[in-house]
């Protein structure tokens, strides 16, 4: 514990310190409110009529606002804005003669016809849409995620 006597002499010091900073506080008077940094070149604007203009504020009272409507203090994005849906007409291709565009579309003579593709198998037991591995016909299995 700091004896009594080193209390006494801090109490003493903090109380002259707490002294000088009023005294100083307090002498100042008007200073108090003044400005500390002010601008040297600053010079007043030159007003001839200083009375309000009631009808620019009248004109500024009727005009309306078309922006987004954003809240500016919310976090949140404003929703999208509803766009006229856009026509857009397909672009003039290359122009093929008709008589070779049907020409292709005709199978030639003596070709073979197509065939179909095969259907593929499903193997008992399996439903349609059911993995199989290409090696051994079962279903693959999945690994087990890795321990942590």
Not at 21 to 31: A, N
Not at 62 to 76: C, D, P, Q
Request: aromatic share 4%.
């Amino acid at each position: 514990m700091i004896p009594r006597r080193i209390q006494i002499v801090v109490f003493v010091v903090l109380l002259v310190v707490l002294a000088w900073v009023v005294s100083s506080r307090l002498g100042r008077g008007p200073e108090l409110g003044a400005v500390l940094f002010a601008n040297e070149k600053f010079e007043p604007l030159a007003i001839q009529d200083p009375t309000l203009r009631l009808d620019l504020l009248e004109r500024v009272r009727k005009l309306e606002y078309k922006g987004t409507h954003r809240n500016i203090f919310s976090a949140s994005l404003p929703p999208k804005p509803q766009l006229a849906p856009v026509v857009q007409t397909p672009a003039p291709g290359p122009q093929v003669p008709r008589a070779r565009a049907h020409a292709r579309l005709r199978p030639r003579p003596g070709a073979a016809p197509a065939r179909a593709a095969p259907t593929p198998t499903i193997p008992a037991g399996r439903a349609p849409g059911t993995p199989t591995a290409p090696a051994t016909g079962r279903a693959p299995c999945r690994r087990a995620p890795p321990a942590r």
